[in-house]
């Protein structure tokens, strides 16, 4: 496997595909703390792989950060630290936008139009705000009207096409279903239906517990990890079993056999499944292999990561840019909106 983090520093070609070129992704993350590597590999990665194929537009999703988000503080910081680690792990602000979705207020006036047309029971179908509150989130209006603010950032863009995970599906069916009864009652060509692209082939990231990795969960591999913290987390919270050292080891279900894969060459991949089959190998081996490869695999971001953190001045240039061309664009499509709807 080649490392999509190693040639940050040179100027890739871009190797725009003819049938993608002139497509418009968008893709928002929360800023809701350290980012892991579920983050990493079902959110970011894809997003720094898209950039190359067309129109990317990405924002910080601040806004919706605040349903489950109250210290302001801690907004601020999260939302600074997910720009500079974002730009570490490959965004390029030369081939995507980049802003904070608080940079573009037009937005909300989107949202609010398109609640007009937007009927209580599909946000009350929705998982994700039922989840939510079986977690023990408050259960305000933001939260509720999540899905309507979410078709909002998607429609304001004329997004083509939306990256999503299986956990955001229903929210895009929401942005299609919104974006075609406006069109019904303003005009066939109001909107463009974007489309999900759901990419099967990225599977859900275990946790070093074996469950679906996930901040709340307590079973995160951050990206951006303190060397010491990550050897502890890695040493403490993968739980093995007692097979004596010479024996072979179980490879279903192994927790550091698949995050290995993660970082690993196929063929530092293949040795370590081959030494799980002949024995001789203890799990702490194991261990202090998949920290190296780790270690070595985000080394290229973190490197970048340092020297954005040693320049804040082109992470504000970066969003500021990225905000004003993202503003042209809702400006119009705004326009276009409030023109159709009777509010020009
Ligand atoms: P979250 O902040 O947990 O909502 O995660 C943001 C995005 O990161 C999700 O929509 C997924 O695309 C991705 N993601 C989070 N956790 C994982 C995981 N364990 N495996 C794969 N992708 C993940």
Known sequence: MTNPLRNLFHDQPNFYEPNLIHMRFLTGLQPSGQLHIGNY??????????????????????????????????????TRALAVDFLACGLDPQKA?????SAVPEVNELAWILSTVCPMGLLERCHSYKEKMA????????LFAYPALMAADILLYDSDAVP???DQKQHLEVTRDLAGKM????????????EPIISESTAIVP?????????????????????????????????????????????????????????????QYDRMLDQHHSG????????????????????????KRAWVLAHPEYVDDVLSTGAARARE????????????????
């Open 329 to 344: 664009e809702a400006s119009k499509t705004l326009s276009r909106v409030r023109r159709a709807v009777g509010l020009a």
């Open 280 to 303: 001789g190998v203890g799990y702490g081996q194991f261990k202090k292999d998949l920290f190296e490869a780790y270690w070595e695999y985000f080394r290229p971001a973190r490197e």
């Open 135 to 142: 977690r023990g989130i408050a259960a305000t209006h933001a």
């Open 207 to 267: 946790g070093l517990d074996g469950q679906k990795m996930s901040k709340s969960y307590g079973n995160a591999l951050p990206i951006f990890g303190d060397e010491k913290e990550v050897r502890k987390l890695i040493n403490k919270k993968i739980v093995t079993d007692a097979t004596p050292l010479e024996d072979p080891k179980p490879t279903d279900g192994s927790i550091i056999l698949a995050l290995y894969k993660l970082f690993a060459s196929p063929m």
């Open 41 to 78: 590999f079902g959110a970011i990665l894809p997003a720094v792989q898209l950039q190359n194929k067309g129109e990317a537009f990405y924002f910080i999703a601040n806004y919706h950060a605040m349903t489950t988000m109250a210290s302001p503080d801690e907004l601020r910081a999260n």
């Open 183 to 194: 069109n019904d009652a303003f005009g066939a060509d109001l909107f463009k239906l974007p």
């Open 97 to 101: 936008v980049f802003f904070a979705q």
């Open 164 to 166: 999503v995970g299986k």
